[in-house]
Each structure stands twice: as structure tokens, then as C-alpha cells.
């Protein structure tokens, strides 16, 4: 690692339900797989989430000095809308509906998928790879799973078997659940059952006659299940155990649970070292999820054309408010708490510019602690390295921002070296550790668009002086539909992109 401070991060591992210290198997090297978008419509804002969350995550490990491999993959077939392998298959449901192929679809959603990372300025991962153009890999790992004796064939379909797997191994260790209260909470099998469990579930699925995507397999015409995409995926691209899997925590009971099962049925060996979860965005305390009908997409959000909404929020708003709070914490959405992140934000970024302006002292001022550059840089690692606690860390950059203001308005002082290193802090965690970047700036250069907009408003004031009302409107108006607003207040005229 190049930074030459030791910084002893310690990661929650859902597998031993403590905080860990990160020691990554072939350091500097790290392997982090997380699991994707389905991607058979649009992502809702919980799914952004999830993906945001990695993004600080992976962010913070390259910060570190970490040479990253960050796999996410794309899931594009194989996922049925029932848990117990029954139901639609989602991909032909919607191909159906929008009367596309189904490949057509994944990519018209794929396309977005990657549209909407970009706004919320997330990294793209290392390899994306996706579940079609992986089924030789998934075959032959069901291959070896058969020829270990953990699954069995019923008529073209592969089924894992759970019990067998129990006798050996501790099916249900992600979730802490003893495989009998686990038997207890899933329904009995009907007669018309293939799976000789009521836990098994599906590694590969016959094709009915009209099944729209399928591959032949040793078993016959089919498609593969959920789990044993990721599981294919992971190993190729990260080895048979790799340092981080991740996704969000409505992933662990199931999907997870079922790929350590996988792994350690056909590569004798758990995938993952440290597995992290984080939680759900939640709209009046319920889930958001695409089922529920309750998930706002990012376009939606941006703009305020929703029902719940009452203004739009920008992408840098939005990922504000994910990062005030902890990853594994609920966070519930509400526009009071989006319209305080606009604030919080706009506050933010306000102060870099006071920053940029400042000149130094030939002094620190005394006492000293109220503006120690180098405890308050401690203060940033010492939060992140705390299992990624972003909200501790922006109540520090928040102290950052009380150091400047006070510098600014001349009762405090800071010399040319401590004027730098904050700088250097709050540039590095703001923009390189939580991803944020200034919107003004990201569009054109924030001078130029100010002084634009300076010319614009004053432009309408004389026309409104002068009650040239259409003049006055057809301003307004005009901005409005490139996207940009302007509100009359008490205080003045208001503009935002
Ligand atoms: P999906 O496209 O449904 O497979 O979900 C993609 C990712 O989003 C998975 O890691 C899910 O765990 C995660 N996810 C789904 N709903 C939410 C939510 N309401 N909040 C946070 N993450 C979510
Ligand atoms: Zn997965």
C-alpha cells in the first residue's frame, strides 16, 4: 500500500456478526464482488443505494492504497418472480410486455442502469460481466456440484440438496438459523414437487416449449438459476475465495446463503472472506422495492414529478443524503430530510470556494486544537476506518467547514502548510472518498454559469420593473425547460440546475 500511515480498518462481517480488522488475502491486492442490478426495468432509488454504498466502499479502499478488483455483475436471465424457483421468468414477462426481444430489453435497462450510475458519479467496476454470457461457466460448475453428490437431476431441472449439504456443512450460518427453523418458515412440497427437499433449490431450470431464452445443457434445453450465476461469475473472475462479497441485506437469507452453498459443494472452500450487507431505503418505515410499487426512480426524483415527491433533488443531493447515513443503517426517505441534504450540500461546496480564496497566516491562531489540521484528518480516517462510518466523517468535514468560516471572517488564522493540508483533506474526502462532486462546476465551470445567470436575472428585473410581463415569463419559462429554475424570494431571485 502507498500510504504510509498504517490505518487499521475494520470491516462488519456478516458472517461472524462482529467487526473485523480488513486483512485482505494477497494484500495489496483486493477482490470485491458484488451483486448487480436485474436488469428487467428500471432501478429504483433502494437499488441506487445499495450500489452507491459499494461505491464509497470501493472508493475508500483505492483512498487506502488498495489495488481494487471490483467485479459487479449484470443479472440478465434466470431470475423467476416467485423465491422458490416458480413464476415468470422476468426478462421474457417484460420482453413480452414492451414487445421487444429479450436481449432488447437488457439492454434498454442495462443502458439506463449504467446512465443513472453516471449521474450519482459512482466508479464503473473493474469487469461486469453478465449471466448470459457466462452459461459454460455456470454448466460446468453444476457439473462438479452433481459429481460431488450436493444436487440431483428430476427430469431436465438440477436441484441443490440442502439436507445433504446440512449433514456437512452449516447451511444457514449467514442468517444464524438452525436448518430446522429454516425447514419451519418454508412451505410444505405439493405433490407435483420435483425438489426431494423443501429448501432445495434450482441450479438449472427445463425450458417449456415457449421459454424465450435457453441453452443446451448435459440436462437438456434450459436456463440457469439465480444463485449460481454469481457464484460462476465470482470464481472466474476472483478465485474460488476471494476478500469481499456484497449486496444489499435483503440478499443474505436467500441468494447468499445459497451461493456459500455452492461455492463450498463444488470448490471445497467458502467464497468470500468477509461478506457486507448494506440496508434498505425504506418509504414510511416500508421497504422500497420494485414489487411493492413504492420505488421512485432517479428520474423522477431529479425532476419531482412524483406524487410523494415535492420538489426535485439533484444527483449530488441524493447522494448526500445516502451518505449521512451509516451503510447498515435503515434510512427512510422523507423531502424533509432530502431538502436539509440540499442545504447540507450546498453548504459543503460553498465552503471549498471560501477555501479557495483564503490567504495564510504567518501563524496558526492559538489555541491551536480548535484548528488542528492533522487531528482532524486523524478525526476522517479514524471514521471511515471505522467500518465506513460516512455520517461520522461528514460531522468532521463539517468541522472542516466551521474552520474555514471562522478563518474567513478573520478569528482564526491558519498558516500556508495547515491552509494546504486542509485543503488537500477536504478535497480528498469529500470528492475522492464520498464521490461527491460540485454540480455547478460539473456543468461548464461554475464562474461562467454565475455570471450568466447574474446577466439573465438582472435582465429579467428591468423587464419586470418595466411590467413587461412576457418578457419577464418567457425567461422564466425558457430556463425552465433547459432545466434550469428560478424562484422569487424575500431575499431575491433563487436559480437552480
Ligand atoms: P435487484 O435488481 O432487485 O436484484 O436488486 C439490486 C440490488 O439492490 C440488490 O443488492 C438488492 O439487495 C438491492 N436493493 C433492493 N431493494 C433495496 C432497497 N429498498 N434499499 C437498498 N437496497 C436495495
Ligand atoms: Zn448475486
Not at 262 to 274: G, R
Not at 338 to 354: F, I, T
Amino acid at each position: 500500500m502507498s500510504n504510509e500511515k498504517e490505518k487499521k480498518l475494520v470491516i462488519y462481517n456478516t458472517l461472524s456478526r462482529t467487526k473485523e480488522p480488513f486483512e485482505p488475502l494477497h494484500p495489496p491486492f483486493v477482490g470485491m464482488y458484488v451483486c448487480g442490478p436485474t436488469v428487467y426495468n428500471d432501478v429504483h432509488l433502494g437499488n441506487c443505494r445499495t450500489f452507491i454504498s459499494f461505491d464509497m466502499i470501493y472508493r475508500y479502499l483505492l483512498y487506502l492504497g488498495y489495488k481494487v478488483r471490483y467485479v459487479r455483475n449484470i443479472t440478465d436471465a434466470g431470475h423467476l418472480e416467485g423465491d422458490r424457483d416458480e413464476g415468470d421468468d422476468k426478462f421474457a414477462k417484460r420482453a413480452r410486455l414492451e414487445q421487444m426481444e429479450p436481449m432488447e430489453v437488457v439492454q434498454k435497462y442495462t443502458i439506463g442502469f449504467h446512465n443513472v450510475m453516471a449521474l450519482f458519479n459512482t466508479l464503473p467496476p473493474n469487469i461486469e460481466p453478465t449471466a448470459t454470457g457466462h452459461i459454460i461457466e455456470q454448466i460446468e460448475m453444476i457439473k462438479k456440484i452433481l459429481a460431488e453428490g450436493f444436487a440431483y437431476e428430476v427430469d431436465g431441472s438440477v436441484y441443490f440438496d440442502v439436507e445433504k449439504y446440512s449433514k456437512e456443512h452449516d447451511y444457514g450460518q449467514l442468517t444464524n438459523r438452525k436448518l430446522e427453523d429454516l425447514l419451519e418458515g418454508t412451505r410444505e412440497l405439493g405433490g407435483q414437487d420435483e425438489k426431494h427437499g423443501r429448501l432445495d433449490f434450482a441450479l438449472w431450470i427445463k425450458a417449456k416449449p415457449e421459454t424465450l431464452m435457453q441453452w443446451p445443457s448435459p440436462w437438456g434445453w434450459g436456463f440457469p438459476g439465480w444463485h449460481i450465476e454469481c457464484s460462476a461469475m465470482s470464481t472466474q473472475y476472483l478465485g474460488t475465495t476471494f476478500d469481499i462479497h456484497g449486496g444489499g441485506m435483503d440478499l443474505q437469507a436467500t441468494h447468499h446463503t445459497n451461493e456459500i452453498a455452492q461455492s463450498n459443494a463444488c470448490n471445497h472452500t467458502a467464497p468470500a472472506k468477509y461478506w457486507m450487507h448494506t440496508n434498505m431505503l425504506t418509504v414510511n418505515g416500508a421497504r422500497m422495492s420494485k414489487t411493492a410499487g413504492n420505488g421512485f426512480l432517479p428520474k423522477e426524483l431529479f425532476t419531482g414529478d412524483h406524487p410523494l415527491l415535492e420538489k426535485g433533488y439533484s444527483p449530488m443531493t441524493v447522494r448526500f443524503f445516502m451518505a449521512q447515513s451509516h451503510y447498515r443503517s435503515t434510512l427512510d426517505f422523507s423531502n424533509e430530510a432530502l431538502q436539509a441534504a440540499e442545504k447540507g450540500y450546498k453548504k459543503l461546496m460553498e465552503s471549498l470556494s471560501v477555501l479557495e480564496k483564503l490567504s495564510p497566516s504567518a501563524s496558526s491562531s492559538i489555541p491551536s486544537s480548535s484548528v488542528d489540521i492533522t487531528a482532524l484528518e486523524e478525526k476522517c480516517y479514524e471514521a471511515m476506518n471505522d467500518d465506513f462510518n460516512s455520517p461520522m466523517l461528514i460531522a468532521h468535514l463539517f468541522e472542516g467547514v466551521r474552520i474555514i468560516n471562522s478563518v474567513n471572517d478573520g478569528k482564526e488564522s491558519l498558516t500556508t502548510g495547515d491552509l494546504e493540508a486542509l485543503k488537500k483533506l477536504m478535497h480528498d474526502f469529500i470528492f475522492e472518498v464520498l464521490g461527491l462532486c460540485d454540480e455547478t462546476k460539473s456543468m461548464g465551470g461554475s464562474d461562467v454559469i454565475e455570471g450568466l445567470m447574474n446577466l439573465i436575472i438582472d435582465i429579467r428585473k428591468i423587464a419586470r420593473e418595466n411590467k413587461d410581463w412576457n418578457t419577464s415569463d418567457k425567461i422564466r419559462d425558457e430556463l425552465k425547460a433547459v432545466g434550469v429554475e428560478i424562484k422569487d424570494t424575500r431575499d431575491g431571485v433563487e436559480w437552480r440546475i
